[in-house]
DNA sequence: TTGTAGGCGTTATCAC
DNA sequence: GTGATAACGCCTACAA
């Protein structure tokens, strides 16, 4: 194994043909017969070559590199994307560059610019809430980079997008509750920077409204994507005078909070409370099989498929200890 | 905002000067007059000239990428790893290259490989269990490449690590439980493919020993660093004639497993069962000061301070529903 | 302090 | 099918 690197002139030497031929055949084109391939394999395997990203990018325009635009307060959806599209980069031979952004970074848009024109990556993976930025997206448009959006506020016709309709998701999930008797539901909202918090909201009253069920505000929390806000909503839903039975926390690691903070309080779960919980990992992982054809027109998708819901890697586990415990109205319904 | 990147010939057209001058501010070299840079500056943010990161490695053999070699079964670990090398990353002016892989994968070595002679990184955070492979380890001496190990097996002068005593820290914990009283501690491994599993188990045996209390075989579950392995150890301890009072837990996920399965028993905890768990990503947190001087010396690390034991950004909020019923005996006591 | 020439390793174009 | 040659955008070396 030689310590430098082999470049792609050495390996044409080697191969005794025109440094143009062993670049037919690293990229795959057509017009190589198959004797000189094979000599060029060989020589390539020789030297144990590896072409150069940079040159390769410089010359081509390619950067073999997929960029993922990804900020959430969830460790598990986090990971669950990363583990998901980079399995997929794997297969189509690119690298996926990861990057965390802080959330209401005022620079946002001159990052991903930067990104752009300084990496140039064949595509772009967003999630919520860049997926709603119309100057991300419209600068997306203008540099013409293939992207996909996990989870937009919005399913705009033409462009590729992995989308939930979360009202009627969320009403589902209400009524769920509303059929097994409840009639005092709490909700806990998530962060107000993404759009589908609102449309949750939006799921909860028109259930409620729909049951006849008048919306108390007392029973409506502000929290966040995260599980301090199921703790924190917890306690303070379960300390007013008329307490809810039920609870619906606008994201898993919300409801996983709130169950945290059940248990504290010595509250049966279920029992005297029921809880459901938004999957929003659910939704990334179906962006998983499209990657592959971020080059190429995308196709919309509708409601996840319950079984593709907690299809990650290890997530039935990882999140057993939360899950064990939530009605699961989300997973049978959302279908 | 002009829909095609400027080059370097353009910005140096632009402020009236050659390209190598802007090349110079670009790379805040000495030798610029003031005046002439802010001229330089002022083309650049006309042009919103973003450099092209593919030339600038191929000419310079920068690539202002560092990559992170990951594998963790635990998503809060990679999570935080992530996290904090990004920020890192982002304040020195370099893109974070996550390559999150499989371990076991045969050819993780030839991976590795490719990545240095495809994309050149500047530098390399390597993660258990790569850290201990010889030839992984001999692969990037050979190349001259910089890097830096998480969590070590062993302690090598001379190679940038963060290092912690394994075995004594379990040996530390071990006889906080034993110092509750407790003489029944079950164990509950990692998995055998990390070296500091057997150095935890070690740590564990140590304490018994010296505490006179006799090693019983049937209180030791072989487990890997994953939820399950907590659910499903702390039933199999559980169910023993003689079951423990206490349980180590080789890592916070398998802490948080056994908790899970301890509650769907109704055991209480604390009070019938104790619990320990030891902190992998505590140790990870320590490593991002020191990516500053990731191409200049690296010290090595002795024990972590116990204030940066989750340091993340989120991790106390995240890790509550584990922690809140752990004894934080590892956290008092690595320091 | 600034500028000029040459090359980094690959791909695109256009011949052969 | 295969091969010369010119880019690609920037940095290193060496002048001026």
Partial sequence: ????????????????VAIKTVSRVLNK?????????ER???AMALLSFNPSAA?????????FQIALICDNPSPYYVYEVQAGVRARCAEEGVRMLAQPYDRGAPNLLADIISLIDQVRPD?????????????VIAALDARGID???????????GRAACYIDNQAAAADMVQYLIDLGHKRIGFISGDTGYAVSAQRLAGYRQALSEAQIKVDPALIIAGGYDFTSGTSGCAALM???APPTAIFASSDDIAAGVLAAAHHKGIAVPGALSIVGFDDSALAAVVWPPLTTIRQPVRDLGYTAADMLFSGPDAPQ??????????????????
């Fill in 55 to 63: 040159a390769r990018t410089l010359a081509g325009g390619r950067s």
């Fill in 147 to 157: 992207y996909v959006c996990i989870s937009p506020a919005q399913k705009v016709k």
């Fill in 239 to 241: 300390a007013l005078a």
């Fill in 318 to 335: 990882h999140r057993e200890l939360a899950y064990s415990l939530i009605e699961r109205a989300s997973a049978a319904k959302i279908n």
């Fill in 29 to 37: 084109e057509k017009y190589v017969s198959a004797a000189t391939r």
């Fill in 123 to 135: 595509g772009i993976i967003l999630t919520p809430p860049v997926t709603d930025r119309a100057d």
């Fill in 1 to 16: 194994m030689p310590s430098r690197k082999a470049t792609i002139s050495e390996v044409a030497a080697q191969a005794g």
């Fill in 40 to 42: 060029v394999e060989a």
